[in-house]
T-cell receptor, first 113, second 118 residues
Framework: AQTVTQSQPEMSVQEAETVTLSCTYD???????LFWYKQPPSRQMILVIR??????QNATENRFSVNFQKAAKSFSLKISDSQLGDTAMYFC??????????FGPGTRLSVLP | EPEVTQTPSHQVTQMGQEVILRCVPI?????FYWYRQILGQKVEFLVS????????KSEIFDDQFSVERPDGSNFTLKIRSTKLEDSAMYFC????????????????FGPGTRLTVL
């Protein structure tokens, strides 16, 4: 079974600074997807960024980028120029082709003014 | 922009009572899911549904749970006899496809229903 680990239960960053959230996963599959979801206090789940495992190029989405290391099974999220609105729980998620999502335990990020 | 909606936003019920959580997936999506998040814990998969039948379910999804697509738009989760440990946030999600590009595989989540069992 696939597992997703997020080793940082909580993190904080100063506004406008950069922060990196870590995620590792375990799978024997070669093709899969990885996602980062944001859950603000409203508890809505919002997709931040996604990555296909067969693509070597790291995904970027405005201030959000990932460092995908397939051999190490690592998928970290970098948030640049952090904003107060980035304060939220961040969940890393894994999905095999055609299968359901497995979520990590989450990292609570606080952006400090 | 199309979105997944869920009702009610908060449901309070007595232990042993039946509850039905409702979801309206995005209209052209074919795959539907329910997830559960106990307060302070991670999101856990419950069940997926395609072509009017369950395609996959987790060990959490026991005989107390059932899902239904009663019409062309709604997707419901029923808990027959609620227990205290059913208190959680329940998320509905839908996707256009399950394989191929992640752009189709992406699951769009609803805002959730907070279920409180007393």
């Amino acid at each position: 079974a696939q597992t997703v680990t997020q080793s940082q239960p909580e993190m904080s960053v100063q506004e406008a600074e950069t922060v990196t959230l870590s995620c590792t996963y375990d799978t024997s599959e070669n093709n899969y997807y990885l996602f980062w979801y944001k859950q603000p206090p409203s508890r809505q789940m919002i997709l931040v960024i996604r990555q296909e495992a067969y693509k070597q190029q790291n995904a970027t989405e405005n201030r959000f980028s990932v460092n995908f290391q397939k051999a190490a099974k690592s998928f970290s999220l970098k948030i640049s120029d952090s904003q107060l609105g980035d304060t939220a729980m961040y969940f890393c998620a894994f999905s095999n082709y055609g299968q359901n999502f497995v979520f990590g335990p989450g990292t609570r990020l606080s952006v400090l003014p | 922009e199309p979105e997944v909606t869920q009702t009610p936003s908060h449901q309070v019920t007595q232990m042993g009572q039946e509850v039905i959580l409702r979801c309206v997936p995005i209209s052209n999506h074919l795959y539907f899911y329910w997830y559960r998040q106990i307060l302070g814990q991670k999101v856990e998969f419950l069940v997926s549904f395609y072509n009017n039948e369950i395609s996959e379910k987790s060990e959490i999804f026991d005989d107390q749970f059932s899902v239904e697509r009663p019409d062309g738009s709604n997707f419901t989760l029923k808990i027959r006899s609620t227990k205290l440990e059913d208190s959680a946030m329940y998320f509905c999600a839908s996707s256009a496809d399950r394989g191929g590009s992640p752009f189709n595989n992406e699951q769009f989540f609803g805002p959730g229903t907070r279920l409180t069992v007393l």
